[in-house]
């Protein structure tokens, strides 16, 4: 049986065309991106050695701190706000519609498929205020409140990516969060009942506990998609006004394919990656600390 | 108040109590479902009509769908979808009948170092794009790939596999051994395993995983932009960011109706798989 079930034969013919694409066009450019990390130049002009110059441009370029600073914001300000609002939705869903939520779980995931630049195209007309006004003026002007140029300052841009990306992905996390409440055995919550648990404090002390790990791997999600942000950004704002709402990844590409700089660019993409690791190994761990505590 | 309170007073409590709750729903479709009526709506006024009239007006003729021929037209966005499907489905296919029979090795054979390889597929998921972006342009670039769609479907085709080798084995993983263990103690060979048992088990799985890939290849916009060199080679997403340069900040009517014709071709495909799309985006949460 082993001899079948462990023929090499069959294991290179079904395991080896998936390892070589994954290695060819993964692995090897994960490796290569790092050698870049100490050359100037690009495939076309070539390239020359530059030691560690790269490294220390990252640390005295200010749009380097910029983007940093932009993309840790985004990233904890969305994921708050998503993981919040996503399990709002997801405790209307588990406590108050119960099993009529079908209807408004398909409804409210709606946004998540659609297309990130279709979406940044629509919210665009919709904060838009010349030549022609958008909705979002429009209904400020109703109730007696001047129109905002949503676009020209980086602050107002700024809510108006958070509201979008929101829009875009609340849904999701409902949905992930509601499979993990509906996993909760019933009779925990009839106990609690009983024992007069209701409202506020049945959702704080026994829902919220018991929902733990399904809403960390929801903010582990949440922090490594948002820490990556590019498609709904570069669309929206393409980055401005200014240079005030480029992330690490927009500010990379924009290094990499409009200066040609593939070293620096790498060394930005290297950044991202650090802190990509960092974070989610970091939320690993202090979880495991808190649940040893217990 | 009224005799009914009176005589019901738990059921008409009950009943209010539950008043804050749909208004909240209320609020909640409004907020997503109006941003897309809007645009539809939009897609079928005439320009005279986003000049004069307000914003939440409804279209004069809603069988006027000149927008639309216009946006499919003049704004290429026949090329753009065409370009799509080109690049989408054979990477979609290829992801799917090389993950397949990996996760099937990987979870199924017997070997050592399936953990190593599995674990090296698993880094794949965390990994952002554009750490492989300029080493893969240098690679097509050299190779003279450039110009032709064939970055896009190699590149799509190597992005999906990490998630889809991780899926395939985790479900690979939830079919009893004993089932494979029989069918070669019965005599069939590793590969009739494979396609007469394996694929069929896990077929359903298949098409989950195959369904929330084309979403992430569909809607992918960071390859597309960078391996894209000209007009002719677009993909829809592509050309949708460029859409509102082609037409300049003055034709909104075919904007409305390009960004529309996206929409609800995505729109229709989740409608019609709404309840697969939802588990597998949730199981596969990997990708961000």
Redesign the interface.
């Known amino acids: 049986?082993?001899r079948?079930?462990?023929?090499?034969r069959?294991?290179t013919?079904?395991?080896g065309?998936?390892?070589l694409?994954?290695t060819?066009?993964?692995?090897?450019?994960?490796f290569?991106?790092l050698g870049?990390t100490v050359f100037e130049g690009n495939?076309?002009l070539g390239f020359t050695f530059v030691g560690f110059d790269n490294f220390a441009q990252l640390f005295t370029d200010p749009k380097v701190g910029d983007a940093l600073w932009f993309t840790i914001r985004y990233a904890v300000v969305l994921t708050l706000l998503q993981v919040l609002f996503g399990y709002g939705?997801a405790l209307?869903y588990v406590f108050?519609?119960r099993k009529a939520s079908g209807v408004?779980?398909?409804?409210?995931?709606?946004?998540?498929?659609?297309?990130?630049?279709?979406?940044a195209?629509?919210?665009?007309?919709?904060f838009k205020i010349a030549?022609?006004?958008?909705?979002v003026n429009?209904i400020l002007n109703v109730f007696g409140i001047a129109s905002v140029d949503w676009f020209a300052s980086s602050a107002t841009a700024f809510w108006v990516m958070i509201f979008m990306d929101l829009?875009r992905s609340m849904?999701?996390y409902a949905?992930?969060l509601y499979?993990g409440l509906v996993d909760i055995p019933d009779d925990i919550f009839e106990s609690a009942r009983l024992d007069g648990a209701s409202g506020f404090r049945l959702v704080w002390h026994i829902v919220i506990p018991l929902s733990l790990p399904v809403l960390l791997s929801s903010i582990i999600?949440s922090i490594?998609?948002?820490?990556?942000?590019?498609?709904s950004i570069?669309?929206l704002t393409g980055g401005g006004p200014g240079n005030t709402t480029t992330p690490l990844?927009l500010y990379?590409?924009q290094t990499?394919?409009t200066y040609g700089e593939?070293g620096f660019?790498?060394t930005?993409?290297?950044l991202?990656?650090v802190l990509?690791?960092v974070v989610?190994i970091f939320i690993f761990q202090s979880n495991r600390r808190d649940l040893t505590k217990d | 108040m009224t005799t009914s309170t009176a005589h019901h007073p738990g059921r008409v409590r009950r009943a209010l109590a539950?008043v804050p709750?749909w208004i909240?729903?209320g609020i909640?479709?409004v907020?997503?479902?109006y941003?897309?009526f809007?645009?539809l709506t939009?897609s079928l006024k005439t320009q005279d009509e986003?000049?004069n009239n307000?914003?939440?007006a409804l279209p004069e003729d809603w069988t006027n769908f000149s927008n639309y021929v216009e946006a499919w037209t003049v704004g290429n966005l026949d090329v753009y979808i065409r370009n799509s499907i080109v690049a989408v489905f054979p990477s979609l296919f290829?992801t799917i009948v090389?993950?397949v029979?990996?996760g099937?090795?990987?979870e199924?054979?017997?070997?050592k170092g399936r953990g190593p390889?599995l674990l090296?597929?698993l880094?794949?998921i965390?990994?952002?794009?554009?750490?492989?972006?300029?080493?893969?342009?240098?690679?097509y670039?050299?190779t003279g790939l450039t110009g032709t769609l064939w970055p896009l479907i190699?590149?799509y085709?190597?992005?999906g596999?990490?998630l889809t080798?991780f899926m395939m084995a985790t479900y690979f993983r939830s079919v009893p051994r004993e089932i494979?263990?029989a069918a070669?103690?019965d005599g069939?060979?590793?590969?009739r395993?494979?396609f007469s048992i394996g694929f069929p088990l896990v077929r359903n799985a298949v098409f989950t995983v195959a369904l929330v890939q084309f979403?992430f290849i569909?809607?992918?916009?960071?390859i597309a932009?960078?391996f894209t060199t000209s007009d002719d080679l677009r993909t829809?997403?592509v050309g949708?960011?460029n859409?509102?340069g082609q037409f300049g900040?003055?034709q909104?009517g075919p904007?409305?109706a390009a960004?529309s014709i996206?929409?609800i071709g995505?729109?229709a495909?989740?409608?019609f798989l709404?309840q697969r799309?939802?588990k597998g985006?949730?199981a596969g949460?990997?990708k961000?």
């Not at chain 1, 195209?121 to 919709?126: A, D, P, R, T, Y």
């Open positions: 049986m082993n079948v079930l462990g023929d090499w069959a294991i013919i079904l395991l065309p998936a390892l694409v994954y060819l066009v993964m692995l090897v450019p994960i290569w991106s870049y495939p076309i939705l209307i108050w519609l408004i779980r398909t409804l409210a995931f709606f946004p998540v498929v659609l297309p990130t630049v279709a979406v195209l629509l919210f665009q007309e919709l030549p022609v006004q958008g909705l429009d829009w849904g999701f949905v992930l499979a999600f490594n998609g948002t820490l990556k942000v590019f498609d570069l669309a990844t990379m590409f990499s394919f593939y660019g790498s930005i993409a290297l991202l990656t990509c690791l989610t | 539950k709750m909240i729903l909640l479709l907020v997503v479902v941003p897309l809007w645009m939009g986003f000049l307000p914003t939440w290829l090389l993950g029979a990996a099937f090795a990987l199924v054979m017997v070997w390889v090296a597929f880094v794949g965390m990994i952002p794009g554009q750490m492989i972006l300029l080493p893969l342009f240098t690679m670039f050299r190699i590149t085709t190597a992005i596999l990490p080798v494979f263990e070669t103690l069939a060979s590793i590969y395993t494979f979403f569909w809607n992918d916009l960071l932009l960078t829809i997403q949708l960011l859409f509102t900040q003055i909104y904007t409305f960004i996206n929409v995505t729109l495909i989740y409608l709404n799309v939802m985006l949730t949460s990997v961000g």
